[in-house]
């Protein structure tokens, strides 16, 4: 952990982290952290350092926010960058030459990799991982965070899973075995088979729990996927 002055700095939410002062330290990679201020004002001491970080760290990284203390250091320019979506719009207005991309989970363009706010940074050093270490090693770390999917960098930062909002254990399973097998035919017997319930009973409740029918959202998944499978493939 770094800052300009060192020493202990205290976040917003009251945690206390030990810090280095900034230095002439080489680094494999730097990670730029997010801030919750609105309109972030960024240090002179802190913009130099970032802007300098390209010859000491053969990888310079942002997380939510961070993209903004990179751009201010004009290390954005001409390449494709994403950030929280929240914070999307206050980006252009603050950079608008760069070309923002709100609605991916991280980017990379050369050594310069972004990535949205919050979860997004386990992607983002997930990611890292396998383009360092090869993907077993990061399968190997996902199963030691219990994580349930790792997500591409190309991933929209909202799912189609998390806008349909089940309540019920048996409608979650139910759509997450649709998910799982998304290339065989979903009938309703199929879909209420893998939620215990009747098929007319199935169509009941899903509808009142996701505001959807069943035949909408297996839809919705299927366009999430395949286009998910052009962006990162060679569909």
């Known amino acids: 952990m770094l800052s300009e002055a060192g020493g202990t700095i205290r976040a917003s939410c009251g945690l206390a982290l030990e810090t ?26 802190l913009v130099s350092y970032v802007k300098n970080a390209p010859s000491r760290a053969r990888r310079v990284a942002s997380i939510c926010t ?47 990799w972004t990535s949205a706010g919050c979860t997004a940074c386990i992607d983002l050093a997930l990611a890292m991982v396998e383009k360092d270490a090869g993907k ?9 965070l219990v994580m349930y999917h790792r997500r591409g960098g190309g991933q929209t930062q909202h799912s189609a899973l998390l806008e349909l909002e089940p309540k019920s254990d048996r409608i979650q399973s139910a759509l997450e075995y649709a ?13 209420a088979g893998a939620a215990h319930l009747s098929p007319r009973q199935f169509s009941r409740t899903f509808q009142q729990e996701t505001g959807q029918s069943p035949a ?12 998910l499978m052009v962006e990162q493939a060679r569909h």
């Open 66 to 112: 961070g993209a903004l203390v990179l751009a201010e250091a004009g290390l954005l320019e001409n390449r494709r960058v994403t950030t929280h979506w929240a914070y999307a719009r206050y980006f252009r207005e603050r950079s608008p030459n760069l070309n923002i991309e709100e609605d991916r989970i991280f980017i990379i363009d050369d050594s310069i």
């Open 216 to 227: 909408k959202a297996i839809e919705t998944l299927r366009i999430e996927t395949a286009r």
């Open 20 to 45: 280095k002062k900034f230095d002439e330290t080489e680094f494999d990679t730097l990670i730029v952290l997010g801030t919750l201020v609105d309109k972030p004002a960024f240090s002179p001491g």
């Open 136 to 144: 077993e090693l990061a399968r190997a770390v996902s199963r030691d």
């Open 179 to 191: 998910r799982g097998n998304l290339q065989i035919p979903l009938t309703i017997d199929r879909l």
